[in-house]
């Protein structure tokens, strides 16, 4: 490839990307071409480098976004206030691989504040969470945030509010314990009779737990087998999401010596 040639096909590229990262909205492969006034051969050439380098990325509908470069890179100065968006696609896909209610949980104020949501597929879903917080010893997305440091329990007794609602702190740092060697938590009706919900943590980009994903459902719905499957789907869409966040966890975790 000539220089010239070379010159023209990154100024093109750049014309891609710039109205990807300007738009409003996900954009589409026509409305892309359109935009640029390059050809479709052209537009899909360029368009498929650019995702091939995480400078693009589709979301469910083949629409094109800011790729995840951009995003790891946001995330370096804790934009937190784009977290919903760079996680719902994830939220969209552990939704559809479960069939249940997905929430996305942050730390706020002692408490675990419900900041993201996707409907369950059944007749019989659960609660609009999106804005109400609840107490993070007795959800499964603040025990994720107490187990990883990320949240602290306010002072004073531990609210119950079932009869199984974990009470005592000696319990609970036990519990805490297990969740950080499964790598996600889980109540059964410990927050509200008859539902149960297992969660997992989602880290940015200096390792840390900035967030947690929760799979949520009626005990009479969620058998054991389905709670296991559940929980590794719910842990692999939250790695997922903090790949997307920018944390590479074999560079950030010491070699085993051997």
Same mark, same amino acid.
């Given at each position: 490839?000539?220089?010239?040639?070379?010159?023209?096909?990154?100024?093109?590229? &750049?014309?891609?990307?710039?109205?990807?990262?300007?738009?409003?909205?996900?954009?589409?492969?026509?409305?892309?071409?359109? &935009?640029?006034?390059? #050809?479709? $051969?052209?537009?899909?050439?360029?368009?498929?480098?650019?995702?091939?380098?995480?400078?693009?990325?589709?979301?469910?509908?083949? @629409?094109?976004?800011?790729?995840?470069?951009?995003?790891?890179?946001?995330?370096?100065?804790?934009?937190?206030?784009?977290?919903?968006?760079?996680?719902?696609?994830?939220?969209?896909?552990?939704?559809? #691989?479960?069939?249940?209610?997905?929430?996305?949980?942050?730390?706020?104020?002692?408490?675990?504040?419900?900041? =993201?949501?996707?409907?369950?597929?059944?007749?019989?879903?659960?609660?609009?969470?999106?804005?109400?917080?609840?107490?993070?010893?007795?959800?499964?997305?603040?025990?994720?945030?107490? &187990?990883?440091?990320?949240?602290?329990?306010?002072? /004073?007794?531990?609210?119950?509010?079932?009869?199984?609602?974990?009470?005592?702190?000696?319990?609970?740092?036990?519990?805490?314990?297990?969740?950080?060697?499964?790598?996600?938590?889980?109540?059964?009706?410990?927050?509200?009779?008859?539902?149960?919900?297992?969660?997992?943590? *989602?880290?940015?980009? /200096?390792?840390?737990?900035?967030?947690?994903? $929760?799979?949520?459902?009626?005990?009479?719905?969620?058998?054991?087998? @389905?709670? =296991? *499957? =559940?929980?590794?789907?719910?842990? *692999?869409?939250?790695?997922?999401?903090?790949?997307?966040?920018?944390?590479? @966890?074999?560079?950030?975790?010491?070699?085993?010596?051997?």
């Amino acid at each position: 490839m000539s220089s010239q040639n070379g010159t023209q096909a990154v100024d093109r590229a &750049a014309r891609l990307l710039a109205v990807v990262v300007y738009s409003a909205q996900p954009m589409t492969f026509t409305g892309l071409s359109a &935009a640029t006034g390059l #050809a479709k $051969s052209t537009t899909s050439r360029l368009l498929l480098a650019l995702e091939r380098n995480g400078l693009v990325r589709r979301d469910d509908h083949g @629409r094109f976004l800011p790729g995840e470069m951009f995003v790891s890179f946001a995330w370096r100065g804790g934009a937190e206030g784009g977290l919903v968006a760079v996680a719902q696609p994830f939220l969209e896909r552990l939704g559809k #691989a479960t069939g249940e209610t997905i929430n996305l949980g942050v730390a706020s104020n002692g408490m675990v504040e419900h900041v =993201a949501q996707v409907g369950s597929t059944y007749l019989i879903g659960g609660t609009n969470w999106v804005g109400m917080s609840v107490p993070l010893h007795c959800s499964a997305l603040g025990k994720v945030l107490l &187990a990883a440091g990320a949240a602290q329990l306010p002072a /004073g007794p531990l609210e119950r509010r079932t009869d199984k609602t974990i009470t005592s702190e000696a319990v609970l740092r036990a519990e805490l314990a297990g969740v950080r060697a499964r790598g996600y938590a889980v109540t059964d009706e410990e927050l509200e009779p008859g539902l149960i919900t297992v969660a997992a943590p *989602a880290r940015g980009f /200096g390792g840390g737990v900035v967030a947690a994903l $929760s799979v949520s459902a009626p005990t009479t719905r969620m058998t054991r087998d @389905r709670l =296991a *499957a =559940a929980a590794g789907h719910c842990v *692999a869409e939250a790695a997922a999401l903090s790949g997307a966040l920018g944390y590479q @966890r074999a560079a950030r975790e010491p070699r085993k010596a051997g």
